[in-house]
């Protein structure tokens, strides 16, 4: 009944490749490293849209839309900025093809050549604090918090669907302030926004923290970030929150007249979540039966599979299946009868397993003659036999998908505190990322030094400088030098 | 109060360039052709995608995305598909920079060349109908009914803010379809939908009708398409819906089973509006004060400005805007409240005048003592008096919005009716398009020779056939030869 997916036990690299297509979420396109993303997936890529963009505005964010294109010129402007992403942008030259000679083909037009040559956006700091400059004069000009849907690109060698793909779907917010003070509460602000938003609705629980200087994003004068931990105990960033100091209003030239009369730089953060949470999202919470999906962000949150063997049985069945649809719908709860006659209900059965539709009703001729529908988990795979003269379907299945929630999330907890290790070793240190992986927590010198040759050594990555963590003296799991605290390593997508 | 805008008698393309900047719409950007859209008027078009998002689901469409880049080959599988744009693509040949020998400066890396070129797409039917080609096997498959949301590039020599931009935002629709019945229903049913949109939300009246062969979609068999007129009495093409026969399935091989066991091609539609309704939203309804928005898609519908003399005042009027705030929040009007104190009443009510906010409600002290408000209506500039004892504003404010929803198109409707034209000479062809403008209704002898002549000597095109007239014999107000109907003639955008 698993439409053949491989087990994580043995593959856990192809189970998740598998599983994103099978289960219709996302396929490689012809174009290299781009993907397609499906309906399904789409759709559940909506409903997290949806959330967070509620949580943008309810927090004084506009949406408003930006150049795919970059002059190149701009993105030299940061020094670290055009560092970090000029090796992997996709560069537009001409802005015309026409046929070739022998009229076979079409060929570019070696007359049509741009002047100056775009970048496709691999994120836009650039392109939006050129516009700044213009918008903001005064301090009453601030704080301005946009945000901006859109897809950016980067030129990936090594590709997987959601998790690194050379086009991606994200949201980036570029927020301006008059002070220091007020821009780092926005990059911090932002930071538990998305926390929040995976642990209540992806059911995933996340470690607050900051990067080291390796690991920060490139113009940035420090990184928040919010780290995930995957079930074959790899690290996965799931979001990025970053203050930017003045570094892009110095690039572009971005100062607003203060209160006080003075004519000031000012003050900046961006921030970002993608389509990579699709890859967390299956990572985390999924078995070997298919994709587990939280209720919150489920396309469907309940299936009803009629079973029967004539059509009067139907015709009963449906009219059961309508009465259960009227009682659920207007509570909001998404529940879809699958009435299909071209499929059978184990095929039905193993088809939503593999999707992820977190409760699945069946509805037979003896549930009918009992008033009975059997109920079954797909985090638990459990069932149970549900008699309707007893309970009311109104409020049993919204405690039940608030059940599913929770419990998919202290699943999710559970395990990241089994595999959280505390080492003060290096030979620890080894023995527990090759054996067990997950997130190591360890003391660091602090130096780039040290976090490459562990990188070099291990291929673990310092994933965070945790935020919630008591100051503790100690030294160095790997140079004995002295340290103020504990970061978390891990090996990471 | 009109902010400097130029009057529309006087200047009208001057008018519209200068309302899209003024009121916060949109902007020019540093890279030729690509806009800025500002948040005012990326939260319009916000309400616009809600409203469309509803109905394409409404109608059995789901959303999913394919990728940006289109292999050059691709184009070229579809004979007239990449002649219609092979002309106006940016092309993107590289995909890495680096740093130029001096150090200087960053430049292409002309080792990073791409083995084919990708094209940006222009319109996605190739990239699409590559991806269905895996997708449909069997008549199971079908209909295929899938929409996406997305930025496209064309690279246009002349742009404008809106109405011709190199980059824009837009839905399209990719279906598929088993029998050519069906294929042509979807396409029809499209048509009616967009056609159902700009009345109902925009508040705008439309033509539906089919394209003649010159200004059909490259690659399509028929394509419909509503027209709307602008108040310089040129008309703008606002959607349309192509039907595709089976050439793009000819072009990549897309068959299916049949339930009669056959193989055979699949039959397609697409169909698509972008952000140029923004551009036929301003230019339909707004007046030389500012912009006019439909309450329907305005994002403040009503607001409320404070005009006092003293804090003392001002709280009481506080006091009171909240009430109403509290009353109509709830009944989902978009109530704003501006205390701002940094401004003056008389500069926000022509802020607000700008911006096209549907109603604004005066609040003075003299209003508290006498429990009254003033109402301004935008799109009439009328002013009443409300007496709180006895109007209640809870049914006062959303009848007022629905009468001006409706009067809005009214207004419109009857600017068409008084534009439309019936013409049976070529002198008064010409005379019409020159001293009125407008829609011309006049007999076509049917032949592309004919239509392009025209266009040649008056700028004038055959916007559409419409749909709901009568046959009707007549002679080609050009050539003189027969014709079975008038065609609509305009000068377009």
């Known amino acids: 009944m698993s439409k053949g997916l491989p087990k994580r036990s043995e593959d856990y690299s192809l189970w998740y490749n598998e599983l994103v297509k099978k289960a219709d979420l996302a396929e490689n396109s012809a174009v290299r490293g781009c993907m397609v993303i499906k309906p399904y997936g789409y759709s559940i890529w909506e409903n997290m849209q949806k959330e967070l963009d509620r949580m943008f505005k309810e927090t004084g964010h506009s949406n408003a839309y930006f150049p795919l294109f970059i002059p190149k010129s701009y993105l030299s402007k940061e020094a670290s900025h055009v560092e970090g992403f000029a090796k992997e942008c996709a560069v537009v030259t001409h802005y015309r093809l026409k046929n070739s000679e022998d009229g076979k083909s079409v060929i570019v037009d070696p007359e049509a050549k741009l002047e100056e040559e775009l970048i496709v956006r691999p994120t836009s700091e650039t392109v939006i604090w050129s516009t700044y400059k213009n918008w903001i004069q005064s301090y009453r000009d601030l704080p301005l918090k946009i945000n901006q849907w859109a897809n950016v690109v980067r030129w990936e060698m090594r590709t997987r669907l959601f998790l690194r793909t050379a086009e991606f779907l994200w949201q980036e917010g570029h927020t301006a302030h008059a002070t220091k003070e007020e821009a780092i509460e926005e990059t911090e602000l932002m930071m538990n926004i998305y926390a929040q938003f995976a642990e209540e609705f992806m059911g995933l629980p996340v470690v607050k923290g900051i990067k080291s200087e390796n690991e920060r994003f490139a113009g940035a004068v420090e990184t928040y970030c919010i780290e995930a931990l995957m079930q074959d105990g790899k690290a996965l960033q799931a979001g990025t929150s970053h203050f930017l100091g003045q570094n892009f209003a110095k690039a572009f030239d971005v100062k607003f007249a203060s209160k006080e009369g003075g004519l000031e730089l000012v003050w900046g953060t961006s921030w970002g979540v993608s389509t990579r949470?699709?890859?967390?999202?299956?990572?985390?919470?999924?078995?070997?039966?298919?994709?587990?999906?939280?209720?919150?962000?489920?396309?469907?949150?309940?299936?009803?599979?009629?079973?029967?063997?004539?059509?009067?049985?139907?015709?009963?069945?449906?009219?059961?299946?309508?009465?259960?649809?009227?009682?659920?719908?207007?509570?909001?709860?998404?529940?879809?009868?699958?009435?299909?006659?071209?499929?059978?209900?184990?095929?039905?059965?193993?088809?939503?397993?593999?999707?992820?539709?977190?409760?699945?009703?069946?509805?037979?001729?003896?549930?009918?003659?009992?008033?009975?529908?059997?109920?079954?988990?797909?985090?638990?795979?459990?069932?149970?036999?549900?008699?309707?003269?007893?309970?009311?379907?109104?409020?049993?299945?919204?405690?039940?998908?608030?059940?599913?929630?929770?419990?998919?999330?202290?699943?999710?907890?559970?395990?990241?505190?089994?595999?959280?290790?505390?080492?003060?070793?290096?030979?620890?240190?080894?023995?527990?990322?090759?054996?067990?992986?997950?997130?190591?927590?360890?003391?660091?010198?602090?130096s780039s030094e040290t976090e490459n040759k562990i990188k070099e050594l291990t291929k673990a990555t310092i994933r965070c400088i945790p935020l919630d963590q008591q100051k503790e003296e100690g030294s160095c799991v790997y140079s004995g030098k002295p340290s103020s605290g504990r970061v978390l390593f891990a090996k990471a997508y």
Chains 1, 2 share one sequence.
């Open 277 to 446: 949470l699709m890859g967390a999202l299956i990572m985390a919470h999924s078995d070997d039966n298919g994709l587990v999906l939280p209720p919150k962000l489920a396309p469907i949150q309940v299936v009803i599979v009629p079973i029967y063997r004539s059509n009067e049985e139907l015709d009963a069945i449906e009219a059961k299946a309508h009465e259960i649809l009227n009682a659920l719908k207007p509570l909001g709860v998404s529940v879809h009868f699958d009435h299909r006659d071209t499929y059978k209900p184990g095929w039905k059965f193993a088809e939503y397993e593999l999707k992820g539709v977190p409760v699945r009703i069946a509805l037979g001729p003896r549930d009918l003659a009992n008033n009975t529908i059997e109920v079954a988990r797909r985090d638990t795979l459990s069932k149970q036999m549900v008699n309707l003269n007893e309970v009311d379907l109104k409020t049993f299945i919204p405690e039940l998908l608030e059940e599913i929630q929770t419990g998919i999330y202290q699943k999710a907890f559970q395990f990241r505190q089994d595999n959280t290790t505390s080492v003060d070793t290096w030979d620890d240190f080894q023995k527990v990322l090759e054996e067990k992986g997950g997130f190591i927590s360890a003391h660091w010198d602090g």
